[in-house]
């Protein structure tokens, strides 16, 4: 299974990216896809998650109203857009995948729980 992410660039604060990842070798019909980024000298932190099979998302508190997941299933790609972007949402952002059905939501911000990591796409936001 590889995931390829793209989508991403220099924009100014207050613009907008939308960001895809694109599975390939396998077509998910349960699990999870999930959003994380890393900005320089931090942590990997989780951004947004999807539920392949019932759509079900979760969002970091610092997104939350702001960035939007979604996925399509007859592409097995999933998305992320990104709104009203911040100096602070620079980093570089990978997509994640696994196929263990999501009982537990929250369990989806555990970059443990993922099989399958994009290489990441950079996104820097100007002020």
């Known amino acids: 299974v590889q995931l390829q992410a793209s989508g991403g660039g220099l924009v100014q604060a207050g613009g907008s990216l939308r960001l895809s990842c694109a599975a390939s070798?396998?077509?998910?019909?349960?699990?999870?896809m999930g959003w994380f980024r890393q900005a320089p000298g931090k942590e990997r932190e989780f951004v947004a998650s999807?539920?392949?099979?019932?759509?079900?998302?979760y969002y970091a508190d610092s997104v939350k109203g702001r960035f939007t997941i979604s996925r399509e299933k007859a592409k097995n790609t999933g998305y992320l857009q990104m709104n009203s972007l911040k100096p602070e949402d620079t980093a570089v952002y990978y997509c994640?995948?696994?196929?263990?059905?999501?009982?537990?939501?929250?369990?989806?911000?555990?970059?443990?729980?993922?099989?399958?990591w994009g290489q990441g796409t950079l996104v820097t936001v100007s002020s």
């Open positions: 999807i539920s392949w099979s019932g759509g079900n998302t």
């Open positions: 994640a995948a696994d196929e263990r059905p999501l009982i537990i939501v929250v369990s989806a911000t555990n970059p443990a729980r993922y099989d399958y």
């Open positions: 070798g396998r077509t998910f019909s349960v699990g999870v």
